[in-house]
């Protein structure tokens, strides 16, 4: 099997669709290990790539008022059980512009895999960006994995990101999102992991409203099994007037796992409007009892449950 | 089976923080039956239904359940819905990031988008408006209940257990819950329904009326309703001082 189609196998373990890969009206980009195996651009959108000894830097440019009718396809994996991938990421999207990106990271025989994501985003002016990150780390639980991203939203800008890793184990995951905006933007951040056995998670979400009018929402819906633990920190500020902001936080607990929930948030302008829930229990008795009665063991019961949440 | 009966619960007695809330309950449903069971509020009603489903909390002190002639006393929800048991809770639950077509599958042996459709059409809702919603605060009370009652009936039980499926049903609706009590008995399940409502009563073959943790009368649905609509009052200081077993031959 060549790398190429080794690594869209793996995409497709983590859920991802090849067909995008391959397709030569489809924006993508395809890095395994330190190499880029693949990079399609279309009109309006530029990838550029560089070769790191550990990893790849890559820059992703949108031109200013093109808007992506459909979404750039991004897949970074590492296919043996051992390495480190690190990828440097700089995005910027023009003004105006709108593009969307679904993005998934594939480790499917971690046993020591470290992946570290550093990403410096760019929302230009009423410009819009939406990215969905989905992970898969493989069954054993050896996988670290560390997503940094520090996005600043410009003046009537809109991002929105998702990451996801729901199937199969976390190992660790260490995520680290700062995003700052300007007047009348828009920020979202949501994050979504189920971790079992010795799976350890950590999730900072940070939203600072600078601008008049600015809008935030961190959100977090964690579940934790076995031995695992959690710890979620969202941070929302508001710099400025009639920034509004809210931090929703839900977690389930199970077994002897520990789970942590910091919301926090900060007003600086009187005239800004911050709030926060946090949630943190094992699954709801009657839900799961209904479930029984429906003939579901306990086990696939809290699962449905859990995956329900995660949805 | 034991004696033709599908259900048969012996002195039953249920105790939660110190409160005795089932006295010694009695009784017996056969296949096919519909068994009303009237109450006042706080009678025990849903913590028998509870205890015959084997909920977290709700393990009998006392007494024995028996299910086509199996001692199921001390089985688990799930054993108990695997031997064709289940119940369908007063206040529904909701179930975040869960399709309606989903929850009505999780009952069912081989789910069929037919059988998902017929069951949605059992409860007078049309599928295609509710396949695809979430069980969730997006649904209405009612439409909660009527989803509830259809995923009981897509799993085509040998015992429903219905804690009043009139409730939070607006009066013009009754009959629809009263259509579905009728199929679910046509079709083979027998129904323990838990109801106040004396129209629903209509429904059943026989009637069993409950307070303060004992059924105190069983018979013709038409008779216990009568008795249920104009004598039981006084029971509610009987409930109130919670007097020793027997002094309810008083009412
Ligand atoms: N956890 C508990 N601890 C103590 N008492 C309880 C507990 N749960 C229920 N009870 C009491 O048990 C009694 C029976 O309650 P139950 O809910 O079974 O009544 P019900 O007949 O279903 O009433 P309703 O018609 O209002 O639904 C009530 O007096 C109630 O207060
Ligand atoms: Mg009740």
Excluded at chain 1, 53 to 73: I, M, N, S
Excluded at chain 1, 195 to 218: C, H, P, Q
Excluded at chain 2, 156 to 161: F, G, Q, T
Excluded at chain 2, 188 to 215: F, K, Q, W, Y
Aim: charged share 25%; hydrophobic share 40%; glycine share 10%.
């Amino acid at each position: 099997m060549s790398d190429f189609e080794a690594i869209l196998k793996a995409y497709e373990r983590s859920g991802g669709n090849p067909r995008f890969l391959r397709s030569s009206r489809v924006a993508s980009l395809v890095v395994s290990g330190n190499r880029v195996l693949g990079a399609n651009e279309i009109a309006g959108i530029h990838l550029t790539s560089e070769q790191l000894p550990d990893g790849v830097r890559v820059k992703v440019v949108v031109e200013p008022g093109v808007k992506l009718d459909t979404p750039a396809h991004l897949c970074f994996g590492v296919i043996p059980a051992e390495g480190i991938q690190r990828i440097l990421s700089k995005f910027e999207i023009g003004a105006g512009a709108k593009a969307d990106f679904i993005a998934h990271c594939t480790f499917p025989n971690a046993r020591s895999i470290v992946h570290l994501m550093e990403a410096q985003i760019h929302v230009g002016r009423n410009a819009q960006m939406k990215y969905s990150e989905t992970h898969y780390h493989g069954e054993e639980g050896g996988a670290e994995v560390l997503p940094k991203a520090q996005v600043i939203v410009d003046e009537g800008g809109q991002y929105a990101a998702e990451f996801t890793l729901t199937t199969g184990r976390v190992g660790k995951l260490d995520l680290d999102y700062v995003v700052n905006v300007d007047a009348h933007g828009v920020a979202e951040l949501t994050t979504k992991a189920y971790g079992y056995g010795t799976d350890a998670i950590s999730v900072k979400e940070t939203i600072r409203l600078n601008g008049e009018g600015a809008r935030g929402l961190a959100k977090a819906r964690i579940a934790v099994r076995d031995q695992a633990t959690s710890q979620v920190i969202g941070t929302t500020e508001g710099n400025a007037p009639f920034a509004r902001g809210h931090v929703d936080c839900i977690e389930i607990v199970r077994d002897k796992a520990v789970a942590n929930a910091i919301p926090v948030v900060k007003v600086t302008d009187p005239r800004a409007y911050v709030t926060h829930e946090a949630a943190i229990g094992t699954v709801d008795k009657k839900e799961l009892e209904t479930l029984m009665a429906r003939g579901l063991d306990e086990e696939t019961a809290v699962d449905v449950i859990i995956r329900g949440m995660l949805q | 089976m034991q004696n033709g009966y599908l259900l048969r619960v012996e002195n039953l007695h249920l105790q939660r923080q110190e409160k005795k809330i089932l006295r010694g309950v009695t009784f017996e449903i056969a296949p096919w039956q519909v068994f009303a069971l009237l109450g006042r509020n706080g009678s025990g009603k849903s913590s028998l239904a509870y205890t015959l489903m084997g909920c977290a909390g709700y393990t009998p002190s006392e007494g024995r359940i028996l299910f086509n002639g199996q001692d199921i006393t001390h089985l688990s929800i799930t054993e108990r819905a695997r031997l064709g048991i289940t119940l369908a809770w007063q206040e529904p639950a909701r179930f975040e990031g869960l399709k309606v077509k989903d929850y009505l599958a999780l009952g069912m042996k081989e789910p069929s988008r037919e059988k998902m459709e017929a069951a949605l059409n059992a409860v007078a809702l049309s599928p295609l408006s509710y396949l695809e919603r979430t069980v969730n605060d997006a649904l209405s009370g009612g439409e909660r209940k009527r989803i509830e009652l259809a995923a009981v009936y897509a799993m085509r039980p040998r015992l429903a257990i219905l804690d009043e499926p009139d409730s939070g049903i607006d009066v013009l609706s009754l009959d629809d819950i009263a259509r579905l009590i009728r199929r679910l008995a046509a079709e083979g399940t027998a129904v323990l329904l838990i109801t106040h409502r004396n129209e629903m009563v209509s429904v059943a073959d026989v009637a069993a009326l409950m307070c303060a943790g004992e059924i105190l009368r069983i018979g013709e649905p038409q008779e216990m309703r009568d008795y249920y609509a104009s004598r039981c009052q006084p029971c509610i200081t009987v409930e109130a001082v919670e007097p020793p077993g027997g002094e309810y031959e008083r009412l």
